[in-house]
Nanobody, 123 residues
Framework: QVQLVESGGGLVQAGGSLRLACVAS????????MGWWRQAAGKEREFVAA????????YYGDSVKGRFTISRDNAKNTLYLHMNNLIPEETAVYFC????????????????WGQGPQVTVST
């Protein structure tokens, strides 16, 4: 059974930084592309970032490019998301995901979801 367990959410002031981590189990971590999605209250889920399994190539949503960094440590089965210069509009639940396909911008490619920690950015 695949489990994705996130940590690192919380409250931060606008302009601040947070790091999310996701520990995966029940899968061969280094054979899966991984990523992060988020969902704000009353809105649809939004692609944030993904990282390929082979070359660790990162992909980002347009709104986070230059501020967020996705990385992975295959030895620790852990995925990270470093978020800098956060804005209040980025208040959301952030989900760690495992991909079953290679088009990372599509919900249909997501295999499993973590429980999603809350990230709240205050003004």
């Amino acid at each position: 059974q695949v489990q994705l367990v996130e940590s690192g959410g919380g409250l931060v002031q606008a302009g601040g930084s947070l790091r999310l981590a996701c520990v995966a189990s029940g899968l061969s971590f280094n054979t899966y592309a991984m990523g992060w999605w988020r969902q704000a209250a009353g809105k649809e889920r939004e692609f944030v970032a993904a990282i390929s399994r082979m070359n660790h190539t990162p992909y980002y949503g347009d709104s986070v490019k230059g501020r967020f960094t996705i990385s992975r440590d295959n030895a620790k089965n852990t995925l990270y998301l470093h978020m800098n210069n956060l804005i209040p509009e980025e208040t959301a639940v952030y989900f760690c995901v495992e991909y079953r396909g290679s088009y990372y911008y599509s919900l249909a490619m997501v295999g499993n979801w973590g429980q999603g920690p809350q990230v709240t950015v205050s003004t």
